[in-house]
């Protein structure tokens, strides 16, 4: 059986390294905001070519606190993609503003430059992108929106940790940037796990009081804050995986090359751009037929994901949508298989996948 993920051999690589710093963590007897959140957080902004980052609990809270520390006016209106995970949409709810969805691109299942601006409103204060699967949006035009139309720039980098656009990674364009270190991710923890990046002084401060109750000075608090401080073992953990994440990521490209000069033209695959370096969190193919594809290649030792089954606006939680019609997302969540792709998996893997996938009869 060819797994879809294996978190275990995913991380075995680096155990030597783990038990190392989970002793230093534990003899220091210091276990929140210490020396390893400030290491990592340095090391990951530099890593991402951005000035400041604050580590905390997970992304959803990187990207709900991003939202918190623009202080936008009340029911601000927020352009997001259609197709999103459910989670870059609570973010924005959770400030009590109003989600704007916009179609993406069918070839790249990122916002569509050329939707967005019949989205934008009087309301409209900013637009949160989101870099799915790991490969960026197109930056460029979307910068030029925002810039004409005066709105924030927010990022949802959970899924592009070493992903970048025109030479300069995702998380670098933003007013402020959110990510995951869930445990799946390129750069996953052993937990939860999240950040945001920014260049704004006034911005990173605001964060690193948020995640803390509000508070800078111990027992004073300025503002109503939350408790989202990442954990310092995790940091020390994460600080681990950040040397061998360019590693991983060209691994993944590697699998993914095999896959896209592989795979039948029966199959959609990933859209290719020398601009887009697409750090392939996940690699999706569609088809009409997914389930009984998805059925097919389980029973033929494969397993797969979906990411993600029903579009966000047909979500029970937002039943305020549910009588949207957002047709684009709608097919790409009908229609979307994720293959195997991980730091574990071999070259041998990904040609086996390859043929078991190719003999599906369409």
Known sequence: ?????????????????????????????WFILGQNVVD???????????????GLASGLDALTLSLKILDLPDRSEI???????????????????????????????NLDPEK?????????????????????????????????????LIEDCAQSHGATYKGKKTGSFGDLAAFSFYPTKNLGCLGDGGAILTDN????????????????KKYFNEYQGVNSRLDELQAAFLRVKLKHLDETVAHKNKLAEIYLKGISQKFV??????????????????????????????????????????????QHALTGMNSMSFPISEEI????LSLPISSFHSVDDILEVTRILNSFES
């Open 269 to 314: 695959v990933p859209d290719i751009n020398p601009d887009f370096y697409n750090s392939y969190h996940i690699f999706n193919i569609r088809h009409e037929r997914r389930e009984m594809l998805k059925d097919f290649l389980l029973t033929n030792g494969v397993k797969t994901e979906i990411h993600y089954p029903l579009a966000p606006h047909k």
């Open 333 to 336: 969540h009908r229609t979307t």
């Open 1 to 29: 059986m060819i797994e879809y993920e294996n978190l275990k051999k995913a991380n075995q690589p680096y155990f030597s390294e783990f038990n190392r710093v989970f002793n230093q963590v534990l003899e220091s007897g």
């Open 116 to 152: 967005i601006e019949s989205a934008i409103t009087g309301r409209t204060r900013a637009i949160m992108v989101v870099h799915l699967y790991g490969k960026p949006c197109d930056m460029d035009p979307i910068i030029d929106i925002c810039k004409r139309h005066n709105l924030f």
């Open 79 to 109: 352009i997001v993609p259609s197709n999103t995970y459910i989670a870059t949409i609570l973010s924005i709810l959770n400030n009590g503003h109003i989600p704007v969805l916009s179609e993406p691109d069918i070839r790249t299942y």
């Open 201 to 216: 002084p006034d911005f990173v401060k605001r964060a690193k009081m948020l995640r803390n109750y509000g508070s800078e």
């Open 40 to 54: 990592f957080e340095n090391e990951f902004a530099q890593y991402n070519g951005v000035k400041y980052c604050a």
